[in-house]
């Protein structure tokens, strides 16, 4: 079996050989012919120039119409910062779809709270991310495990710490 080396010279010997049988140097600059135009210089920048990651990616989130999606994500990766502590320790968001956020409560009792800090939630989201990107904020109770079946089931409706 021959080598890999030796394949890929014989290759590149077979490569010159034909550029020189057609005229060509191989190795040697280009020859133009004096009758040929000479080249113009592009001015400015042009499209296939090196460019920046940010003017990049920003042109993409323009175009694909996914700026608000981004910003609520940016929101909502920054919670805690947004939000507060002690709220943010007893909420979280969930979901964001047309211009609604959905947020979980662990308790009632936050639940009921966080209903009343709507407004103040959607004034703090206006100046983070701007006006009318999140239009509501729809709060959600705590999603605790169902005693229907197992060794705690009781019999009637069920437990009275839920949400609805």
């Known amino acids: 079996m021959t080598p890999p080396e030796e394949v890929a ?3 590149l010997n077979r490569a010159k050989a034909a550029a020189r049988a057609k005229g060509l140097r ?3 600059p280009a020859r ?13 920048p042009n499209a296939r120039d090196p460019q920046l990651l940010g003017s990049v990616v920003g042109r993409l989130l323009r175009e694909k119409g996914w700026t608000q999606d981004v910003s609520v994500g940016g929101v909502v ?3 805690r910062d947004v939000v507060g502590d002690d709220v943010a320790e007893h909420c979280t968001p969930i979901t964001f779809e047309d211009r609604v956020l959905v947020v979980r409560a662990d308790s009632t009792a936050w639940a009921t709270q ?3 800090l709507v407004p103040d939630l959607l004034r703090r989201m206006a ?3 701007g006006e ?6 729809s709060v959600l109770g705590p999603a605790g495990p169902g005693f229907r079946r197992g060794p705690r089931s009781v019999r009637g409706p069920g437990p009275r710490d839920t949400f609805g």
């Open 26 to 28: 191989p190795g040697s």
């Open 114 to 116: 966080l209903r009343m």
């Open 127 to 129: 100046e983070e991310i």
């Open 77 to 79: 990766g920054r919670w």
């Open 132 to 137: 009318g990107v999140v239009e509501e904020v």
């Open 9 to 11: 010279r014989a290759a």
């Open 32 to 44: 133009r012919s004096p009758l040929a135009e000479p080249r113009k210089e592009a001015q400015g």
